[in-house]
């Protein structure tokens, strides 16, 4: 008996949009928490560390999630693209 492939479009593409939003939730986050940073009162060496840190480890790490996350919902788009054009 042969295999049948395949994948629900709409599904997909539910799947592709709640990536979207993740990844916009993650900007926002991210948007927050550096404002927060910026306006909170610490000075010394402990605070430039953790500032220097926020800016280049964490943050940076934040983005590519999103960014992981919108390559992600794009690539499920294609395949959902390609199962409707597929099933014409």
Same mark, same amino acid.
């Given at each position: 008996?042969?295999?049948? #492939? %395949?994948? @629900?479009?709409? &599904?997909?593409?539910?799947?592709?949009?709640?990536?979207?939003?993740? +990844?916009?939730?993650?900007? &926002?986050?991210? =948007?927050?928490?550096?404002?927060?940073? %910026?306006?909170?009162? #610490?000075?010394?060496?402990? +605070?430039?560390?953790?500032?220097?840190? #926020?800016? %280049?480890?964490? =943050?940076?790490?934040?983005?590519?999630?999103? =960014?992981?996350?919108?390559?992600?919902?794009?690539? +499920?788009?294609?395949? +959902? @693209?390609?199962?409707?054009?597929?099933?014409?």
């Amino acid at each position: 008996m042969a295999q049948v #492939w %395949g994948l @629900d479009v709409e &599904q997909v593409r539910a799947l592709a949009r709640e990536m979207d939003r993740e +990844a916009e939730g993650i900007d &926002q986050t991210l =948007s927050r928490l550096t404002g927060t940073l %910026g306006n909170t009162q #610490w000075t010394g060496p402990d +605070a430039t560390q953790f500032r220097d840190e #926020w800016q %280049g480890a964490h =943050s940076t790490a934040l983005r590519r999630v999103a =960014s992981a996350l919108r390559e992600t919902a794009q690539a +499920a788009r294609a395949n +959902a @693209d390609a199962q409707e054009r597929a099933s014409q």
